[in-house]
């Protein structure tokens, strides 16, 4: 099983649209999770961190449910703009619960908005 | 300059040159990173630096050598590379403990020919 998955896509999808990635991990030591955006041909850049509460940041919202390993991000009112390549990432705590400082990177889920 | 700054941007190299990657960060974090990204891939780990000292080597092919020689400057030396080598590769930066993250380079695509 893959240490992060995520639905690969692509997902076409209207301006306007709300449209919803998911994202499953599998180490269930993992202490901190981050949505990244990657556009193409370009390095990832951090969209938001995820909060065991939940959290939203505009038109995002990413969500995590710890007991399922299960993290969440939800777009509202689709721009042309947030057309990119959605990564989920997790950062995994060893047992003596120091961070390994590296980040485990899912394959990423293709968005397109289009007009 | 800020965040992190990666040369050249671009590198075609024959499968018996020998080239290297620079990386640097401005943003006072104490752990980089090599990261390798192919086509249709994710991100792969190859290489993490604490405080200028590897940390971890991801079953990395010799031909690829990292050189971290303070906590600001990591590079990536390579030699007789093979075409399949070819590649987007990132170098990040992070606190220690990257509870915020990472921030990545713009990455240097490389095409081994």
């Known amino acids: 099983r893959k240490e992060v998955e995520q639905d690969p896509g692509p997902f076409n999808v209207p301006e306007g649209a709300t449209v919803a990635f998911n994202c499953t991990y599998s180490?269930?030591?993992?202490?901190?999770f981050f949505w990244y955006r990657q556009d193409c041909r370009k390095e990832p850049k951090l969209l938001m961190s995820?909060?065991?509460s939940g959290n939203e940041d505009g038109r995002f919202t990413a969500q995590l449910n710890r007991a399922s390993q299960y993290i969440s991000l939800l777009i509202r009112d689709s721009k042309l703009s947030d057309s990119a390549t959605y990564l989920c990432?997790?950062?995994?705590?060893?047992?003596?619960?120091?961070?390994?400082?590296?980040?485990?990177f899912g394959q990423g889920t293709i968005l397109t908005v289009h007009p | 300059e800020t965040g992190v700054t990666q040369t050249p941007r671009h590198l075609v190299m024959g499968m018996t040159n020998k080239k290297s990657l620079k990386c640097e960060q401005h943003?006072?974090?104490?752990?980089m990173y090599w990261y390798k990204q192919s086509a249709k891939k994710p991100l792969e780990l190859m290489f993490v630096?604490?405080?200028?000292?590897?940390?971890e080597n991801n079953s990395v092919p010799s031909r690829f050598s990292p050189e971290c020689p303070n906590s600001s400057h990591l590079f990536l030396h390579l030699h007789t590379l093979q075409p399949e080598d070819s590649a987007l590769y990132l170098c990040?930066?992070?606190?220690?403990?990257?509870?915020?993250?990472?921030?990545f380079g713009s990455g240097t695509r490389l095409t081994v020919v």
């Open positions: 180490n269930s030591a993992s202490q901190s």
């Open positions: 630096y604490n405080f200028k000292e590897q940390t």
């Open positions: 990432v997790v950062n995994s705590r060893n047992a003596g619960g120091t961070s390994y400082g590296k980040l485990t």
């Open positions: 995820v909060y065991s």
């Open positions: 990040a930066s992070s606190q220690v403990h990257p509870d915020g993250g990472y921030t």
């Open positions: 943003l006072g974090h104490n752990a």
